[in-house]
């Protein structure tokens, strides 16, 4: 079982739509990224969190630290948003980043 | 120095050949992350340094993958023998020591076995 659970794994969406990207995680963590990944390969961090809630302009990040549960919202999704966005924790007491299979987001226009 | 860089980004070798890769992180980040990605699933943990000291190795390291960090600035992951199971994307990341949980990626190497 990965420590770290991700749904949906593929999600296709309409230009406009409000979409919500799921992580579950079984360990106790530091922190938990939120990472966006296009094809080519490239990597970038979109949020840090430890606790609540962050917003970046379209992009909303949640987490429960009771529940062991995040979550990522995109408003108003754009077809540029169309990327695999993985979730990766950081377990308390490693050095080590634990990462979801991630969602392959397409946005529809 | 805007970002993590990884050189080369793409390479070809027949199986059973030795590869490097290497791994230039953000000027003054002492922490520096190997990875690798196979299709359609997240990056796996392959080794970490902080500075020069190697301080982790995942399990997936076998003995053919040896990473080293001189002089605490750049990184080299060789594969030596090489196998078709080897391909895959090697992700290199890198982080400052005062806020390690946030981690830079470079563009990755991806590394076709033939």
């Known amino acids: 079982k990965n420590e770290v659970e991700q749904s949906p794994q593929n999600l296709t969406a309409q230009e406009g739509e409000f979409i919500t990207i799921n992580c579950s995680y079984s360990v106790g963590i530091s922190a938990l990224h939120w990472l966006q990944q296009h094809p080519g390969g490239g990597i970038v961090s979109l949020f840090m969190?430890?606790?609540g809630k962050k917003k970046h302009g379209r992009l909303i990040a949640t987490i429960n630290i009771q529940e062991k549960h995040s979550s990522l919202h995109i408003t108003a999704s754009h077809p540029r948003d169309s990327a695999v966005y993985i979730c990766?924790?950081?377990?308390?007491?490693?050095?080590?980043?634990?990462f979801g299979t991630g969602t392959s987001l397409t946005v529809i226009p | 120095d805007t970002g993590v860089s990884q050189n080369p980004r793409h390479k070809i070798t027949k199986r059973g050949q030795n590869v490097t890769f290497r791994c230039d992180p953000i000027s003054e980040h002492n922490r520096l992350y190997w990875y690798r990605q196979t299709l359609g699933q997240g990056p796996e943990f392959l080794t970490y340094f902080q500075n020069e000291a190697q301080l982790e190795k995942s399990r997936l390291l076998s003995d053919r993958f040896s990473a080293e960090r001189p002089k605490g600035s750049f990184s080299t992951l060789e594969i030596q023998r090489t196998e078709q199971g080897d391909s895959a994307m090697y992700l290199c990341?890198?982080?400052?020591?005062?806020?390690?949980?946030?981690?830079?990626f470079g563009p990755g190497t991806r590394l076709t076995v033939t």
């Open positions: 990341a890198s982080s400052l020591g005062v806020n390690p949980y946030e981690q830079y």
């Open positions: 990766a924790v950081r377990s308390w007491g490693g050095n080590q980043f634990y």
């Open positions: 969190l430890s606790s």
